[in-house]
Nanobody, 115 residues
Framework: QMQLEESGGALVYPGGSLTLSCAASGSICRAYTMDWYRQAPGKQRELVAT???????NYADSVKGRFTISRDNTKNTVYLQMNSLKPEDTAVYSC?????????WGQGTQVTVSS
């Protein structure tokens, strides 16, 4: 079993920056692929960024060049650094851990980009 807890969501001005954290407990996350998803009101959930257990990363086109996913396996934590935020980045951001035979969701953290 793994528990995931996101933190760092906030209200931020357009153009601002924010770093989200996803802390894992109950299991070691270094063997898992870690994803950040987001869901805006009235929209489908969107995969934002992925960090594989092997160290590679992938991003949605909408955030490429602005967001950076990273992981600190010593702290069992995954981060999402978000720069140049736009109002359309407003959503609930959730982390997702997956490996063969198991997957886990966090509860999400709200990010609001507004002036």
């Amino acid at each position: 079993q793994m528990q995931l807890e996101e933190s760092g969501g906030a209200l931020v001005y357009p153009g601002g920056s924010l770093t989200l954290s996803c802390a894992a407990s109950g299991s070691i996350c270094r063997a898992y692929t870690m994803d950040w998803y987001r869901q805006a009101p009235g929209k489908q959930r969107e995969l934002v960024a992925t960090a594989t257990a092997g160290g590679s990363t992938n991003y949605a086109d909408s955030v490429k060049g602005r967001f950076t996913i990273s992981r600190d396996n010593t702290k069992n934590t995954v981060y999402l650094q978000m720069n140049s935020l736009k109002p359309e980045d407003t959503a609930v951001y959730s982390c997702y851990a997956r490996t063969v035979g198991a997957s886990y969701w966090g509860q999400g953290t709200q990010v609001t980009v507004s002036s």
